[in-house]
């Protein structure tokens, strides 16, 4: 895999747009290893707690949701909230679609390793086969 970063190989770009395109990804992964410490210390806290929760209070921790809503005026804070509320049904059934959609890929891609593996099987069954007629 690393020859096909090396100069020649498929994945080796010596191109100006490329190297501009670099220099905007981050040169390390703390933000996502933070998010991941935040996830496990609320499971281990609240084993019971569900992915759309988590996913709300890491957001909401995230964001600084808190000091942004705490800038805003009353009557603001009122609106957005009901406003919050009124969308929420829309957020959970957005997430059972998303559930739905990753559980059937997860089954396909399980069925698929599962029809490998007996093809597989059934190959070497016939090798042995063979090997035993011989």
């Not at 220099?23 to 707690?49: A, C, T, W």
Request: with cysteine.
């Amino acid at each position: 895999m690393y020859a096909d970063h090396l100069p020649g190989g498929k994945w080796y770009a010596d191109t100006t747009d490329m190297r501009m395109k670099a220099m905007s990804v981050q040169k390390h992964n703390k933000f996502s290893e933070s998010v991941f410490g935040y996830l496990d210390n609320l499971l281990r806290k609240n084993p019971n707690i569900s992915i759309l929760t988590s996913e709300a209070y890491i957001v909401f921790t995230a964001n600084k949701t808190e000091d942004w809503i705490e800038s805003k005026s009353d009557e603001e804070k009122r609106t957005l909230i009901n406003e919050a509320m009124k969308e929420s049904h829309l957020v959970r059934e957005n997430f059972k679609k998303r559930k739905v959609d990753i559980q059937a890929k997860q089954r396909e891609a399980m069925a698929e390793r599962a029809r490998i593996a007996a093809e597989k099987k059934q190959g070497e069954f016939k090798c042995w086969i063979t090997a035993r007629m011989k």
